[in-house]
Structure formats: C-alpha cells, structure tokens
C-alpha cells in the first residue's frame, strides 16, 4: 500500500485502537436478505515517512455484493 500524501511504502497490519479498549472498528453494510449482512474490522496502515494513517479492510470484495 503506497502513502496517499508522499507515495512511500506504508507500514500495514497495524491494530486499530479506540477509546474504551474497543477492539477495534468493525464496518458493515446491510444487504438483501436476512443473512446477508456483511462486515468486517478495519485495519491501519501507518506511512512511516510523513506520518499519514489509512484504514482499510480485508474482505473488501464481500462489500461490493
Ligand atoms: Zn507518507
């Protein structure tokens, strides 16, 4: 994953941490159906560089359903 800011190599995998010790921010979007719900917990990526923080998801795909 390349820095939006500087194009460097960001750091990825990194835990995201909020208030309260919350593992985490879960994202999900409702679909059709009762079991089509999907979700999925964000992830950082830190650019080591100019210090620019991106989240993202692993199961981007099952978004786009
Ligand atoms: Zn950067």
Redesign the pocket.
């Known amino acids: 994953m390349k820095?939006n800011?500087?194009?460097?190599e960001?750091v990825e995998d990194c835990k995201v941490n909020v208030e309260f010790d919350t593992p985490g921010i879960t994202i999900s979007k409702k679909g059709k159906g009762l079991f089509n719900k999907v979700s999925a917990k964000s992830k950082a990526a830190v650019?080591s560089?100019?210090?620019?923080v991106a989240f993202y998801i692993d199961k981007y795909k099952e978004f786009s359903k």
């Not at 800011?5 to 460097?8: A, G, L, M, V």
Request: glycine share 10%; aromatic share 10%.
């Open positions: 820095c800011q500087c194009q460097s960001m650019c560089n100019c210090g620019y």
